[in-house]
């Protein structure tokens, strides 16, 4: 029997891979951006080529114990279909049996906030603890919860869609179908429209300076980046952000009360942009006890979360 | 050893108090008024007195093998203290020390939506599932939650305040010191609120018929018989209380996934007034999978959900 396991996360942008040995040892990992236009088989070739990778890396050859892989929209983890996943243009992808085919081994598949919420969890800012909440905030925004020690996956393997708690009942209109949702108003794609707007009304000159003055150019890591360097129409859109995010995570500290919060993706990049305004509005709309037994912090393994909790998950899947 | 145990639920206007077998039988049940001026030597003696009267109900003497009890108000499940419990009057009362001095059993204590959510999942709505969310909706708004099959407690026993989710970020004052908390606007108490503030501005003819032509008398009870009448005005008040929990159970069924969400307390005496309302608005603003993988109820038990789960409590501590 083999004495390793691999896990990988796959993201709208790259594929992160890593190889364990069965005693929870990270003995190599790879990193591989995602080509837009791959659709599925050809997404399929990069990870098993990355596996093949950390394999090589580590000089490890023949067969895994298991692989635990992490996968972006709403799937089903018995059967291990992804219904959706429109930034890879998946639409009912049987993922586990393909993988499964293509690798050799079993696969655990599970939503990519859930492991890297298990990530943080077994590895990162939750160990120790045992009810920990990993808020992703990025293009989009999601959530994984491990509660009492376990990843809580819900009734139909829907939980933790924060994004699309209502926050403001007629506030703009999300891509959900829905109105005034916190994905609508504090994701990245919120602060780029918002951006967008402010320079076709005339103003916003730093951010689009930011951007090599391409308005196209402009996205939520540009603002970011014009918000480090001092421009106070950027740092503005981002304490805008913080105040959301600060409802969001006060609502799952009324709710939730849980020993950890963590905030990871994308976005977290330009944290000190808005790290202020948010524990200011959680002090304001959470419980005092709540805050209290709460650890708030950004992702400790930064943007490994995902895939070392890919790799937990592998070694110990439940 | 005893082969009973005993389940006590204590409200800000009543004490249910039930006997039931260690396999779960429920022998007797008794039901008496809190008494506002009673304080806490007070309560104690009603509390006793209800477990003396299921004990000769059931023609049971001797001791109790465990007593369950559900309080209101913020406490600490592992040290038996009440923080606060404002409708009793409480600050800081030892409950399950001073009730295993009377009873001469072991006490377990713990919240009363908690517990009440407990007895939904063990008794009633929630049989056979793992997920329920137990919603009351009463002077003011708390839930329970039991998530894979276990009471969810969370770190400092804090979890449940889905009241204090912000729904309006600049909405109405809470008593929590906050504003736009789901209490403040879809409570008895903001019920209770706007019917005043109709008849104070010259309308709610007919709310205030119901309550006797006295606007001291106006209630969210009598505001609800006054719907159940016909009164457009009284349903015009439930259809935006139905509109604003829906909010609130959307934002639960996109976060948790739950396969049951139980509404009980007292508002839920007016449901069919806003029943629709609320249907209509989770339909809005949850996911479809979420939507169609919960049963959306009224609690089973009724105003038993409590003491059912106080026994229940009593039956297997955890």
């Known amino acids: 029997m083999s004495n390793y396991v691999v896990g990988v996360d796959i993201g709208g942008t790259k594929i992160y891979t890593a190889l364990a040995t069965i005693d929870g040892q990270v003995q190599a990992e790879t990193k591989v951006p995602t080509i837009p236009s791959d659709k599925y088989e050809g997404v399929l070739n990069r990870i ?25 929209g709403p799937l089903d983890v018995a059967s291990g279909i992804v219904h959706e996943a429109p930034n890879l243009g998946w639409v009912e992808v049987p993922l586990k049996d393909s993988l499964e085919k293509r690798l050799g081994a079993p696969v655990y598949l599970d939503n990519d906030a859930n492991l890297a919420a298990w990530g943080e969890y077994i590895y990162g800012a939750g160990r120790g603890t045992s009810d920990l909440v990993y808020i992703t905030v990025s293009t989009g925004i999601g959530a994984g919860l491990v509660l009492g020690g376990r990843l ?30 916190l994905e609508a108003i504090a994701s990245g794609t919120a602060v780029t429209r ?39 129409e950027a740092q503005a859109l981002f304490v805008e952000v913080g105040y959301w995010l600060g409802i969001g995570v006060a609502g799952i500290l009324n709710l939730l009360n849980p020993s950890v919060v963590v905030l990871g993706g994308g ?7 808005f790290w202020g305004a948010l524990e200011e509005e959680v002090g304001r709309r959470a419980f005092k006890s709540a805050r209290k037994s709460v650890s708030l912090t950004t992702a400790k393994l930064v943007e490994r979360s995902g895939v070392l909790g890919a790799v937990a998950y592998a070694l110990k899947p439940e």
Chains 1, 2 share one sequence.
């Not at 080529?49 to 972006?72: H, M």
């Not at 005339?202 to 930011?210: P, T």
């Open 152 to 181: 809580y996956r819900g009734a139909s393997y829907g939980a933790g869609e924060i994004g699309h708690l209502t926050v403001l009942p007629d506030g703009p209109e999300c891509r959900c179908g829905n109105r005034g949702c």
């Open 194 to 232: 918002k951006a967008w707007r402010m320079i076709a009304g005339g103003g916003g000159k730093g951010i689009l300076e930011s951007a090599g003055g391409s308005i196209d150019a402009v996205t939520a890591a540009t603002v970011g980046e014009a918000g480090l360097r001092g421009d106070p």
């Open 48 to 72: 098993v080529e990355t596996v093949e990778e950390v394999q090589r890396q580590a000089g490890v050859s023949g067969g895994l114990l298991r692989v635990g892989v992490g996968a972006p």
């Open 267 to 273: 976005m977290v990049g330009s944290a000190s942009l």
